[in-house]
């Protein structure tokens, strides 16, 4: 059996693609910013298989499974627009999320970092550097992995998540939803 660990991919998207889901994503949170608020912290969006991200998802499956060399299903997406102060604390992904992809997507100063490391307390980590447009492929469930509080202003970060294609995974497909784009069921 492969055993996939990581893999970095440059320009993943193209930046004119990456230009439209920024504007995409910052058209869509200011449309969930309560206007009654004082301060209008539209950075504070977080979202469960988002359409566009997920079409992503399902479009770019044929192209990880040639880079991982595995038989894989798409499982579901998590995007976020991240502010200053935000981090995602270390962890490993549950057996079944085996590969998980890291799409940057945009910052205020167009870099983001993220963390991987085989030790559960994150000594011996490799540092990935991404620019806008990387894609950061890693087996989720080998790797511990973070992101430190971010010290710019912003952060548009997107997940994809792929199961193994084998029948005791089938209820994982699309994350047990009837298909990519439905929303989770509690």
């Not at 949170?29 to 209008?40: A, F, G, L, M």
């Not at 044929?62 to 880079?67: C, E, L, S, T, V």
């Not at 549950?94 to 993220?114: A, V």
Request: aromatic share 18%; proline share 3%.
């Amino acid at each position: 059996m492969n055993m996939f660990n990581y893999k970095k991919v440059k320009n993943f998207l193209e930046s004119d693609f990456v230009d439209f889901i920024q504007d995409y994503f910052v058209l869509k949170t200011n449309v969930n910013i309560d206007s009654s608020e004082k301060e209008n912290d539209f950075s504070k969006y977080f979202h469960y298989s988002d359409f566009l991200i997920e079409t992503i998802l399902n479009n770019s499956t044929d192209a990880i499974k040639q880079i991982v060399e595995m038989d894989l299903v798409p499982s579901y997406s998590y995007s976020g627009l991240y502010t200053k102060g935000d981090e995602i604390f270390i962890h490993k992904n549950k057996p079944s999320e085996i590969i998980e992809c890291f799409l940057f997507l945009g910052s205020f100063n167009g870099k983001d970092k993220i963390f991987l490391s085989e030790n559960d307390n994150g000594s011996n980590h490799i540092e990935f550097e991404m620019e806008v447009g990387d894609l950061l492929i890693f087996n989720g469930h080998k790797y511990w992995h973070w992101i430190e509080p971010l010290k710019e202003e912003w952060s548009l970060r997107s997940f994809l998540y792929f199961v193994e294609n084998k029948e005791d995974n089938e209820n994982l497909f699309y994350d047990g939803r009837p298909y990519l784009g439905f929303p989770k069921n509690p």
